[in-house]
């Protein structure tokens, strides 16, 4: 049988993951497959449940909405639960056993690490499982302070309180402040769904924007963006970014360092 690993969300049909890393398996020359699965919120435990018995799976990535709720169900030697609060990586030990794990801070903070962004205000949108991550990575970076957007302000509050950060939480129809980096780690402005309604003109000339959302790559956030002049990242580079991450944990062997070009021109098609 050959081995497998695969995304898991509701909905996952705009889920680039499967062309990222069967792409890599192609690229390696490895005997294997990655795939895409689409899991209800009420159907997750049955899920592991039943990957449990498949020792072809290797593991999974997660997506929305199960970041948080899939911690239930897989062991957490590492206590992702605690530091972070979300997973994105499920994987197989040499033991059997369902490890948790977290590859998105380490993706978020890629493209961005060469910025010096210590003591700079950062504006995060969202108080999700994304947000979560990139709140982790912003800490470890010593962010000076995080202006968290989000409809429910007490949940918010604890996730600033809960990352030790400086900072405070303003709605969606808040004017933004002056800011060196805004990050959308919300699924606003995603295919499906609501738009993401926000005015930029506060942010300062070397403000650098991100939108962790991939589909579509060119959002209405990196549009407005551009039409400033102002530097952005978009979803594929930390989509890309963690996934390389996940895939040496599936397959065992790091993704090839060449190929990046033809990579992205096949998720931008």
């Known amino acids: 049988m050959t081995h497998y690993a695969e995304v898991i969300g509701h909905p996952i049909a705009h889920s680039k993951s499967p062309l990222i890393h069967n792409f890599w398996l192609t690229q390696l020359g490895l005997v294997g497959d990655y795939r895409a699965s689409d899991v209800k919120p009420q159907d997750l435990e049955r899920y592991f449940a039943e990957r449990a018995a498949d020792t072809d799976w290797r593991g999974c990535n997660i997506t929305i909405p199960h970041k948080i709720a899939a911690l239930d169900f897989v062991s957490d030697p590492g206590d992702v639960r605690n530091s972070i609060g979300a997973i994105n990586t499920v994987f197989r030990n040499d033991a059997g056993a369902f490890v948790a794990t977290n590859t998105d801070a380490g993706g978020f903070y890629g493209p961005i690490s060469d910025i010096p962004i210590?003591?700079?205000?950062?504006v995060v949108i969202g108080a999700g499982g994304a947000a979560r991550a990139v709140l982790f990575a912003l800490a470890q970076a010593d962010i000076g302070e995080v202006v968290l957007v989000a409809r429910n302000a007490l949940k918010a509050a604890g996730l600033l309180a809960h990352f030790g950060l400086k900072g405070k939480v303003i709605g969606l129809d808040a004017r933004l402040p002056d800011a060196a980096l805004l990050v959308n780690a919300s699924p606003l402005g995603m295919v499906g769904q609501e738009a993401l309604e926000i005015d930029l003109s506060?942010?300062?000339?070397?403000?650098?924007?991100?939108?962790?959302?991939y589909a579509?790559?060119?959002?209405?956030?990196?549009?407005?963006?551009?039409?400033?002049?102002?530097?952005?990242?978009d979803g594929l580079e930390m989509l890309v970014g963690q996934a390389a991450i996940a895939f040496e944990l599936f397959f065992g062997v790091a993704p090839p360092d060449d190929g990046e070009d033809a990579l992205r021109a096949l998720l931008l098609t």
């Not at 210590?118 to 950062?122: I, S, V, W």
């Not at 506060?202 to 959302?213: G, T, W």
Request: no cysteine.
């Open 202 to 213: 506060p942010l300062p000339e070397h403000a650098i924007v991100y939108d962790l959302v």
């Open 118 to 122: 210590a003591g700079e205000t950062a």
């Open 216 to 233: 579509p790559i060119e959002t209405a956030l990196l549009k407005a963006a551009r039409m400033r002049d102002l530097e952005t990242v």
